[in-house]
């Protein structure tokens, strides 16, 4: 099989993409006042059909007044978080090498372009994110009195979301507190996504997930090691090392850091591929990093079979702390343990009322869930940044103004929007800057 195909029909579908659009375009039938409109490379296919819809939901104002309010309370909250972890960051870049400095494409949050994110969930949870981001955008609008003019769904080669094109006119005539409600409802509505997804993993996981052992898990062999030779391979879960019992990894740590050079090891392992317990010995050879301890030749995973578990039901309970469990959830794609797939999922059986599904299949709708979760919390952190056009963008221009209006009592409503536009134009460019600072500076050293 080609192993370029992929990127060769990526490539064919994107040929075809710019060719339809051009010439949609030199028929006409792309433009400002059209059905099909541009947005960057994106195509936007416009609809009046679904404002009804908006009208009926968006009838319960009190409702929807008090949701907005929440949305603006928690936007404000993401916008400090997020601009405090830019400044960590560029704290932090000033201190790395060059060689680990991280890539431009991992500031993209895009399937396909940032490393970590998978195609093929981030595709399916980015495009759920939006659609829901933006139909709480004209809900709240309208529950508002803000006209919305379009419906519609983006196009760049496949669908990538939808949008609701709110009244400009009618935005801006809006008091500030209004305005800002419809700003926050994306953002809002994405952290309660994200909490949706989340319980509805975390239950999945508690109700039919169990580790095979209580040891840690085998990520790699190297290959003529005393390990590979004794029969362990990646799915296995090493349960003890000379009849020490390692339940963590620190345990295995210091049971591996007390063995010796050319000489056995008795281990104890569950096989995946046996499906039990497995005692053997290992004939170790000399660690080449560290010539006073034996080398199994085994790699393993950094949270145990069970603390994965116990990451994926509730990471606020975990050992070694609320925080701690809660930036091991944010980065299992980092340390390749999401989407559980091979040899993760060798380390579980399934249990309770899907003891008897397909363990490919349950993993399929298991990591769907939690990029779903994942993707939905960085898209409303990412849109409460002050960074125009964002959605952050508009609320920190009416946070500005209403600070100004404050001190500046004397000030017209004209020059309060003024300096409040200016000071997002401001704020834009901190956080480009912050942006920028972290992927150059570690390579001016």
Request: hydrophobic share 50%; proline share 6%; aromatic share 8%.
């Amino acid at each position: 099989m080609d192993p370029y195909l992929g990127y060769e029909i990526a490539g064919a579908a994107a040929f075809v993409y710019a060719v339809l659009i051009y010439a949609l375009w030199r028929s006409g039938r792309i433009g400002p006042d059209r059905s099909l409109t541009l947005m960057g490379p994106a195509l936007m296919v416009k609809t009046g059909r679904g404002r009804e819809a908006l009208e009926r939901w968006g009838r319960f104002r009190r409702f929807w007044s008090r949701i907005g309010d929440l949305g603006i309370a928690l936007a404000a909250i993401a916008m400090g978080v997020i601009v405090g972890l830019l400044v960590l960051g560029a704290v932090v870049s000033t201190r790395i090498p060059a060689a680990e400095a991280p890539s431009v494409t991992e500031a993209v949050g895009l399937p396909g372009i940032n490393p970590v994110i998978p195609l093929g969930y981030g595709i399916v949870a980015i495009v759920v994110g939006i659609v829901l981001h933006e139909l709480a955008h004209g809900i709240v609008a309208r529950s508002q009195k803000i006209g919305v003019k379009s419906l519609g769904i983006l196009w760049c080669v496949v669908p990538i979301g939808a949008f609701v094109e709110q009244n400009d006119a009618d935005m801006m005539a809006a008091p500030r507190r209004q305005r800002d409600r419809v700003a926050a409802a994306g953002v809002l509505a994405n952290f309660l996504l994200t909490i949706v997804f989340f319980v509805a993993l975390a239950s999945l996981i508690a109700a039919s997930v169990a580790p095979n052992a209580n040891g840690v898990g085998v990520a790699y062999v190297e290959s003529g090691s005393g390990a590979a030779h004794a029969g362990l391979g990646a799915g296995d879960i090493i349960t003890s090392l000379n009849g020490t019992a390692t339940p963590t990894l620190a345990q295995f740590e210091d049971a591996v850091a007390r063995t010796l050079p050319n000489t056995t090891c008795a281990v104890t392992y569950y096989s995946a591929s046996r499906g039990r317990l497995v005692a053997t010995t290992v004939n170790l050879t000399d660690n080449p990093s560290n010539h006073s301890r034996g080398f199994l030749g085994v790699g393993v995973y950094g949270l145990t079979p069970a603390e994965l578990r116990q990451t994926l039901v509730w990471p606020l309970g975990s050992d070694s702390g609320p925080l701690a469990g809660g930036i091991d959830w944010l980065i299992l794609p980092l340390a390749s343990l999401e989407p559980v797939g091979s040899p993760t999922s060798s380390f579980f059986h399934l249990t309770g009322p899907f003891a008897h599904v397909a363990p490919t299949d349950f993993w399929i709708g298991a990591n769907l869930l939690y990029w779903l979760a994942w993707m939905n919390l960085l898209l409303g952190l990412s849109n409460a940044l002050p960074l125009v056009p964002l959605d952050g963008g508009l609320l920190f221009r009416d946070f500005a103004a209403s600070v100004a209006a404050r001190f500046r009592a004397g000030w017209s409503a004209a020059r309060l929007d003024e300096f409040g536009g200016r000071a997002a134009v401001a704020s834009s460019l901190v956080v480009l800057g912050l942006l920028v600072w972290q992927f150059v500076v570690p390579h001016l050293g």
